[in-house]
């Protein structure tokens, strides 16, 4: 049994409380390594290291400090197998996905940043004949990264990266569901030379360990991705102290099928959309709405697809959904489709928990897809993060965008349909951080990040995330 360490001023180091807790293997539902349940003194620490490494860590030439980041990257590809299967085994994911998207993306995000860093500029303004005007932008100092189980590694470096590009140094907590890989990313950090202190991982419980990042005087920073109750929680603590905040939160994501579309490949990414991941990612679409006349036949064709997946051990390549992430989020999942019933919902397929011969306590649960939901009832308002979607026709593209808006979120939304400017018409009306026509999930690391309304404050991404954790400083030289 792995006792995972947390990582502080380039050693790892055992909890000061010398407390553990378990973590679940949740295809198997057993316990297979436990995890440091940390509190405000390793935090403490944590930041006294990072506060140390920060002079040389800003000041170190912005090429040597690329050079490191992009060593890291090079690990994490050396190494793609062994993260791809720790990724599965800790969060439940298909191994087949963590080895094309989730390891792949955490390399592309140091890269992504580490090259970034070496084009970022900043503004110079000519006050007629008077002055000049020219923006210094520093890094902040320490920052503090918390990221969510449901793409762990990829989401952590989605933070991490742009702060040590920027200069930051920074303490990190990855979601005590979901260590395995942070921890491991730190024998990376360290084989590639990255000095000590620059980047400290504190593992344990967001009530304690997050909790006291975010309550700490000396971190300047918090970038954090996570539920939208939590994320409330994070702005009420540090809005007094005045911190930065990158908070990027829950969706309850759109996705309207127009008639006109193209219907293979409207159908076929939709059910990618709905259940990658087991639709434990916030950009699913989970409200799938669809113009009258299309309905049911894109019901039938999407409830076919559905039937087609296989729920099945992560570790096999025939997989497509693996198991949730914890048997707390099961219970979830499951008590939210009970909900739909409740609440007069058709389950067209699935809606039950599945029990494989070969992993009878595992938390998998059959890919659902329901109709017959008012786009008001709760299924269609909160957020479920699990293999669950509602199909809801609709009769016009005024119906169509109110519908889509009409919940307190904004992250993603996706658009079919083969009229361009319909598609500019609505994707300009959508309230949301971004639109998708014709596809969804397609990345591109320059573009903003992030959600309107209840979904998120602030963009990460390209220039946005260096803007992030850099201060912009106005000089102002008099020329006369
Ligand atoms: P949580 O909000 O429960 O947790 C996110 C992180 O915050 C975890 O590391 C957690 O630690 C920590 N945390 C919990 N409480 C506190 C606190 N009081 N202070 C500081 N840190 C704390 O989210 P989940 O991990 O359940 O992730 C799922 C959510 O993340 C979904 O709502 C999803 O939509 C959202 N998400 C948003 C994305 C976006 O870009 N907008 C992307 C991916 C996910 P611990 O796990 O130990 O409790």
Known sequence: MTDILNYINGGWVAPIGRKFFDNVD?????????????????VAAAVQAAQVAFPAWSAMPVQQRANLLLKVADLIDRDLELLSRAESQDQGKPVKLARVMDIPRASANLRFFATGIIHFSSEAHATDNEAINYTLRTPV???GCISPWNLPLYLFTWKIAP?????????????????????????????????????????????????????????????FTGGTVTGKKIAATA????????????????????????????????????????????????????????????????????????????????????????????????????????????ILTGGKRVKLATHPNGFFVEPTVITGLSHTCRTN??????????????DSEEDAVEMANSTPYGLAATVWTENLKRAHRVAGQ????????????????????????????????????????????NVCIKLK
């Open 26 to 42: 949740p295809a198997r539902g057993e316990v297979y390594s436990r995890v440091p349940d940390s509190d405000e003194r390793d």
């Open 141 to 143: 100092g320490v920052v």
């Open 163 to 223: 702060a040590l590009a920027a200069g930051c140094t920074v303490v990190a907590k990855p979601s005590e569901l979901t260590p395995m890989t942070a921890y491991l990313f730190s024998k990376l950090c360290a084989e590639a030379g990255l000095p000590p202190g620059v980047l400290n991982i504190v593992h344990g419980m967001g009530s304690r360990a997050g909790q006291a990042i975010v309550e700490n005087p000396d971190i300047a920073a918090i970038s």
């Open 239 to 346: 809005a007094p102290m005045f911190k930065k905040l990158s908070l990027e939160l829950g969706g309850k994501n759109p996705n309207l099928v127009f008639a006109d579309c193209d219907f293979e490949m409207a159908v076929k990414t939709s059910v990618a959309a709905a259940f990658t991941n087991q639709g434990e990612i916030c950009l699913c679409g989970s409200r799938i709405f669809v113009e009258r006349p299309l309905f049911d036949r894109f019901a039938a064709e999407f409830v076919r697809q559905t039937q087609e997946m296989v729920v099945g051990d992560p570790m096999s390549n025939q997989t497509r959904l693996g198991a949730l992430v914890s048997e707390g989020h099961l219970e979830k999942v499951l008590s939210y489709i009970e909900l739909a019933r409740q609440e007069g919902g058709k």
């Open 381 to 394: 308002q909160e957020e479920i993060f699990g293999p669950v979607v509602t199909l809801v026709p609709f």
């Open 430 to 473: 959508i309230k949301s951080g971004i639109v998708w026509v014709n596809c969804w999930l397609l990345r591109d690391l320059r573009t903003p990040f992030g959600g309107m309304k209840q979904s998120g404050v602030g963009r990460e991404g390209g220039w946005e995330a260096l803007r992030f954790f850099t201060e912009a400083k």
